[in-house]
């Protein structure tokens, strides 16, 4: 098969498509041939081995969507042909990818392939973001980082859908667009942290009851500033800039931080299942709207990290290893 394989840690051009031994279903698994693999922000962590990818050389990516084409050995309830998508599995930009039958989803039939792929990432972390880190009451204000990006669009949507307000904040004007069409109220534009003074207008001095935040280190203690008293951090982009490290007297008004973690949020397949299944129900229903902006053959995957990486990118980008 082919696949985007890492051999050393560096920029976009250590992505290479090569010829990459077909993975073998094991006990448990699933043989699953690649229509859509989903790029996140994080692969360029992974590329630059960020923790994530543990030995090279690696095939990058965690998420996609498939069909069937081998089952292993003791899996029950998936047959040849049938449609999945997944998530937190490596080895995602590839043509093949065998995966725990556990770590599957199986695609409603009236959900398209690409639409799953784009939901299950993002989706599933704006979703655990607002049902769990800072479940927001009706009337209540959130800031949303990178607004108009993958996660950003998706916690909008969904905090809009539980009635809050949001402050969408973006880099640059033309991502105003995207970030309103995902139902942001207010559009801010700074690409350099500077929206204090306009948040704190916003909500006549008393600040936000929530922060969605994975701009990293460069924003932490300006999103911690536009706080209200007891509000939540949801803190979740360690890629960009150092970790910042925190003194716990330092934190005022009693506010809380979360680093949310997808892992420790949906831990089991009960949870994985029923995240999705809402997501899904959500955009059955016309009430969530998936928005792939780019898309990209195996070949321009490094271009794909170049596009993710230069702060123009809205919404969702995805490989098509078929091509
Ligand atoms: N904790 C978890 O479980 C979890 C799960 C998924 C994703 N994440 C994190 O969520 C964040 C968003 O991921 P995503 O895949 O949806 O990507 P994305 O938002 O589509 O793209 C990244 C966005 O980050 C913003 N950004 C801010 N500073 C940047 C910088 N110095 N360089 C590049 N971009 C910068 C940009 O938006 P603006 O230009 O508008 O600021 C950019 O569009 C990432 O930090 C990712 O690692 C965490």
């Known amino acids: 098969m082919r696949a985007v394989v890492v051999e050393e840690f ?9 010829d990459w031994p077909d993975p073998e279903p094991g006990p448990g698994d699933l043989l ?114 990178a607004a108009a990006g993958g996660v950003g669009r998706m916690v909008t949507q969904l905090l809009k859908l539980r009635g809050a307000r949001v402050i969408g904040l973006v880099s640059r004007e033309e991502k105003v667009t995207a970030a309103k069409a995902a139902g942001a109220d207010e559009v801010l534009v700074s690409s350099d942290g500077d929206f204090v003074d306009r948040v704190l207008a916003l909500t006549d001095g008393e600040g936000v009851h929530a922060v969605f935040d994975g701009g990293g280190a460069n ?54 299942l029923g995240h999705a299944g809402d997501l899904f129900e959500k955009i059955r229903e016309g009430k969530l709207s998936v928005d792939i902006t780019g898309r990209y053959p195996l070949d321009a995957a490094a271009q794909a990290h170049i596009d993710i990486e230069s702060r123009r990118t809205s919404g969702k980008l995805l490989l098509d290893p078929r091509r």
């Not at 976009?12 to 090569?18: F, I, M, Q, S, T």
Request: charged share 20%.
């Open 10 to 18: 560096g920029g976009p051009e250590v992505l290479k498509v090569k």
């Open 219 to 272: 924003t932490f203690w300006r999103s911690i500033e536009v706080l209200r008293r007891v509000g939540t951090l949801v803190y979740y982009g360690p890629l960009i800039g150092e970790i910042p490290t925190v003194r716990m007297f330092d934190l005022p008004r009693s506010i809380r931080i979360t680093y949310a973690v997808f892992a420790d949020h949906i831990h089991s397949r009960e949870l994985l």
């Open 32 to 145: 699953v041939d690649v229509d859509f693999a989903g790029i996140n922000f994080m692969d360029t962590g992974s590329r630059v081995g960020f923790g994530l990818v543990g030995e090279v050389p690696a095939v990058l990516g965690v998420e996609g969507a498939g069909r069937v084409a081998a089952v292993g050995e003791d899996v029950s309830g998936f047959a040849v042909g049938d449609r999945v998508a997944w998530v937190s599995v490596f080895g995602s930009y590839a043509q093949k990818i065998a995966m725990p039958a556990d770590q599957a989803v199986p695609i409603p039939d009236d959900i398209p392939s690409d639409v799953a792929a784009a939901t299950m990432m993002q989706g599933l972390t704006a979703h655990h973001f607002v049902t769990e880190s800072a479940p927001l009451a009706e009337g209540e204000t959130a800031l949303v980082h």
